[in-house]
């Protein structure tokens, strides 16, 4: 009887005769009181088995239903407390901007939004001249603003029993900050501060050399790479004329490590000290720990490091020029008759969206965000409309990759004004650019300053895009 059972467990195909043998045995064993009995057991048995089983789905339910509140709950804290510290109650998103919000979310949650989600974004045609030849300035180009600016180069200790610790960019006080914004003849912060006779240097030395060179330099184009956070990037020399390349300097900032990196990949400077049409300039002693704030330097303060250029083009490491230099000035400066060009933001243009975004990623540490935002909200600065027609910009939020100045009095102004914020606050330029800009308007309601900001579809027409190699790390990040 037992080999019978366990074959009816193993094998549900059983021969014919040997299925008769079986029933016949459970029939037997059902008349008797042991057969009753056994059979009893049995469903008694699947009625526990049952219940068990029906608990165990009911707590499994039941866990999992606290475990989704809970998830909820929290999430519907982080993001009261995130609105309730990161803007103030009475600002309320916009239409558009929600949606931005909500991508971007989505980017911190996930780290990496589908493809289908993500944005493209292409260039667009711009009007060029066909060539250089017989390109000249127009004769009234430069009838700008004009006031007389001098730059702070030394600090002395206000005090002998003051701890003194002379930097870069120096140690204005408010009031010297906010009279700073006139358009007038004065002296400002504008990097390069050195402290009293005896302290050490505060930052960026450069070899004699290359000072002369690059105070030899009319126009202007440069880049630079600290940290070996970038490859070398070579502008495209078929696409740039002779007439620029006899014309324009065309300087790359670089530090030891950076050099080292790339002279181990294989560009080594020539015997005039160029990589393509890059001059290599080494930068020695950086003036922050930060490789982004020191990246700030060349950014803004071209004017400083090429004081007899008239003309001057910015461009980020992650980009390679594709378009002649001197028919960018054209197109972006003479024939726009503006002294200072950038293009918006391809997604943002509200400081408030900016500021969120920065946030969210963990771009810098979110306590110093806080404080920058609260001070030039403080200040005045008001919120993008984008429906309000009276937009002195049509975006409050720059790319700031690539930037074509005159050495305007104006315009060197507004580059040493932006670079103290960067200076003063956090190291994300595009969070002060708006504040900077409005306050020296609205400082100097009879003294304008032309800007053009043109669209970021034009940017990517006049360079090719890649990624970083790395990401500089961020004393101080969150």
């Known amino acids: 009887m037992c080999s019978g059972m366990a074959l009816l467990r193993n094998n549900g195909e059983l021969f014919p005769e040997r299925r008769v043998i079986i029933d016949a045995a459970f029939n037997s064993i059902g008349k008797s009181d042991h057969g009753s009995k056994v059979s009893r057991r049995g469903r008694r048995f699947g009625r526990i088995t049952k219940h068990r089983l029906l608990r165990w789905i009911f707590l499994l339910l039941a866990l999992f239903s606290i475990f989704l509140t809970v998830y909820g709950l929290k999430k519907f804290l982080q993001a009261k407390m995130e609105s309730r510290f990161s803007m103030p109650r ?77 930097r870069f960019g120096g140690h204005p006080t408010l009031e010297e900050r906010e009279n700073s914004f006139h358009a007038k003849n004065q002296t400002v912060h504008c990097g390069f501060v050195k402290g009293p006779l005896g302290y050490p240097s505060t930052g960026f030395d450069l070899d004699e050399k290359d000072r002369a060179y690059m105070f030899s330099c009319k126009v202007a184009v440069s880049s630079c790479i600290f940290g070996s956070s970038d490859f070398l990037r070579r502008p495209t020399s078929r696409l740039i004329s002779q007439y620029s390349k006899d014309n324009v300097c065309f300087v790359m900032f670089l530090d030891d490590q950076t050099m080292s990196k790339l002279s181990s990949e294989g560009n080594q400077p020539d015997d005039t000290g160029h990589i393509g049409l890059w001059k290599v300039v080494i930068v020695k002693n950086l003036p922050y720990e930060d490789m982004r704030r020191t990246g700030k330097v060349p950014k803004f303060l071209s004017h400083r490091l090429f004081p007899n ?147 970021d579809c034009e940017r990517r027409a006049l360079v090719k895009l890649f990624r970083h190699r790395t990401v500089p790390s961020l004393p101080g990040t969150a």
């Open 309 to 455: 250029s008239r003309y001057s083009i910015w461009l980020d490491s992650k980009m390679r020029l594709t378009s002649d230099p001197m028919l960018i000035i054209e197109y972006f400066l003479w024939r726009r008759k503006a002294e200072y060009a950038i293009s918006n933001h391809y997604d943002r243009h509200s400081v408030w969206e900016e500021v969120l975004q920065n946030k969210r990623l963990n771009k810098y540490n979110h306590t110093a965000i806080d404080e920058q935002f609260n001070f030039y909200q403080s200040d005045g600065l008001p919120k993008f409309d984008p429906s309000n027609p009276n937009n002195l910009l049509p975006s409050y939020v720059p790319e700031g990759s690539f930037i074509v100045r005159a050495h305007t009095p104006m315009s060197n102004l507004f580059s040493c004004l932006w670079f103290n914020e960067v200076d003063r606050f956090t190291s994300r330029d595009q969070l002060s650019f708006a504040y900077t800009y409005l306050k020296l308007r609205r400082m100097n309601p009879d003294r304008p300053f032309r800007l053009y900001m043109f669209k």
């Open 90 to 166: 009475e600002l309320h998103l916009e239409r558009g901007e929600e949606r931005n919000l909500q991508e971007s979310s989505f980017l911190f949650d996930i780290g990496r939004p589908p493809k289908s989600k993500r944005r493209k974004h292409f260039p667009c045609d711009v009007g060029f001249l066909q060539s250089v030849d017989g390109l000249v300035e127009p004769k009234n180009y430069m009838n700008f603003t004009w006031f007389s600016l001098d730059y702070v180069d030394h600090e002395e200790k206000t005090s002998k029993i003051d701890l003194f610790e002379p």
